[in-house]
């Protein structure tokens, strides 16, 4: 048993500290290591003072355990816990001791190019406003965009006028360059210090980067990483694919990068049982291109546009989180008229789906939590709430919780399967997890049979009723090329 995983699943909190467990389950205030011990050097710790404070740790992992172990046998949750989050500590110790490669001096030469990039940038920017500023401080660019340059304000914080990201959108679709390179500035400026610089700093002395993967680090299951964050590089962004192609092979290896096709759609499929939905994914349709021409109005002699297709992906899984007319308008860029008609002809197309989210609200508004597909529960608070907002948002995420949730649970199902197969095998090694994609170091020579196997491991992972799961598998030198 882990505690820190227990309580987790019982309470569906991400506070991962000892301390928390020390005061809910036995009314002891633990100090913290960084508190207790601050600025002194670990080698002048007295071993008695250490040894006293680890052992009031360990005192209150075992006091806790019988209170924990009993309220997750009350909850349910005892399966889930013993046949999915215990198996997968090891998993994950492994992965972080493997690590993945980086080509440091690609990282060196690309910060570089940005650098250069957010220099011409800047100088764009100070030409427009007719002078030089701290373009990081709001004070000083608030002045500049409404008073210098009288821009129209969008919206007032505490301290005067937001210059937000949702206020430089705006500022950007009424024609005004300066908003746009000031969006440019953030994205590149952001991506130059969290992942371009900072990469290369932590690697070890074979180039590999060890990122930690949190099994309590998110309140649907999904897991998270940490230092580095690997799961928010962006996926879709030229600067995101660029990044991903300094994730390189070992000599020698290839990377196998193996992803769910659309697994929380089939998620949703499986578990609403909605005719057109399960239809769709058993005839192998383009589940966007049906979508597409329901939510167009479109007879099957006409053609769908990709520019359609787009916007029917984008309900397609906006739909799953709950989107409201609100946030799909301003997501498309669309009025919010438009924006609830395409809500209501998905729910034409797909009436299963609205039947099951009502369901699944009524129940949690009785239980006060939900349940994802292999028992793992969440706390669901603000269901009662009058304030309509707070309401829906919990509404939205009752929901969400159990589609995502199960999706993520699948993964790690997956992921147990494939370790107990790769575990005695010397050419191959589970690197990375990010959501609903795996990525494997092979040999050269076995990663085409490797990749074959896998890929059947991940599609019967779980036995669904309804639909069958499907994965995408590509072979590369870099992350890049296996998405």
């Not at 005061?23 to 100090?31: A, E, F, P, R, V």
């Not at 000031?182 to 994205?187: A, G, Q, V």
């Not at 009436?351 to 969440?378: D, W």
């Not at 090694?429 to 049979?449: A, G, M, P, R, T």
Request: glycine share 4%; hydrophobic share 40%; charged share 30%.
């Amino acid at each position: 048993l882990d505690i820190l995983i227990a309580d987790h699943m019982i309470t569906s909190s991400t506070k991962d500290e000892i301390e928390n467990i020390a005061q809910k389950y036995c009314d002891i205030i633990l100090t913290n290591y960084g508190d207790q011990f601050k600025k002194i050097n670990p080698s002048d710790i007295e071993p008695e003072i250490y040894a006293e404070f680890m052992c009031n740790r360990s005192r209150v992992i075992y006091t806790s355990s019988f209170e924990i172990i009993e309220q997750i046998e009350k909850d349910g949750l005892y399966s889930v816990m013993k046949k999915i989050e215990i198996p997968l500590i090891k998993i994950l110790y492994r992965m972080e001791k493997n690590g993945i490669k980086i080509d440091t001096e690609y990282f060196s030469k690309f910060a570089m190019e940005l650098n250069e990039k957010l220099e011409g940038i800047r100088k764009n920017i100070f030409e427009i406003a007719g002078t030089e500023f701290n373009i990081n401080s709001p004070k000083q660019l608030a002045e500049v965009l409404f008073l210098n340059l009288s821009l129209p304000i969008i919206k007032k914080n505490k301290t005067g006028p937001s210059t937000d990201g949702d206020v430089l959108e705006s500022l950007r679709e009424q024609g005004f360059e300066i908003a746009a390179l000031l969006l440019d500035h953030r994205k590149l400026s952001k991506l130059v210090q969290t992942y371009v610089e900072p990469l290369p700093k932590l690697v070890d002395n074979n180039d590999r980067l060890h990122s930690s993967f949190n099994q309590i680090g998110t309140m649907t299951g999904r897991l998270s990483s940490s230092n580095p964050n690997l799961q928010n590089i962006p996926v879709k962004s030229e600067e995101g694919i660029r990044i991903r192609e300094g994730f390189v092979a070992d000599s020698g290896k290839k990377l196998l990068g193996i992803d769910y096709s659309q697994i929380e759609l089939r998620v949703l499929a499986e578990m609403t049982g909605d005719v057109n939905l399960v239809l769709a994914y058993k005839e192998k349709q383009d589940l966007h291109e049906v979508t597409a021409r329901k939510i167009f109005n479109l007879s099957s002699e006409e053609m769908v546009t990709r520019e359609q297709r787009t916007i029917a992906k984008i309900v397609n899984f906006s739909l799953i989180y709950g989107k409201t007319a609100f946030g799909l308008a301003k997501e498309l860029k669309i009025s919010q008229k438009d924006a609830s008609d395409y809500i209501n002809r998905y729910f034409e197309q797909y009436p299963g789906v609205k039947i099951y989210e009502r369901e699944v609200i009524e129940e949690a508004e009785k239980v006060g939590f939900v349940r994802t597909l292999f028992g793992r529960k969440r706390i669901i608070e603000g269901l009662d709430s009058k304030n309509r907002n707070i309401r829906m948002q919990s509404e939205r995420m009752a929901v969400n919780t159990i589609i995502q949730g199960t999706a993520a649970e699948i993964i790690k199902k997956a992921m147990i399967i494939i370790s107990k197969f790769i575990e005695d095998k010397k050419d191959i090694k589970l690197i990375l997890q990010v959501h609903d994609e795996l990525i494997f170091e092979v040999n050269e020579e076995s990663v085409l049979s490797y990749k074959e196997k896998i890929e059947e491991l991940m599609e019967n992972a779980v036995d669904f009723k309804r639909i069958k799961l499907e994965v995408n598998g590509f072979i590369g030198d870099n992350w890049s090329e296996t998405k």
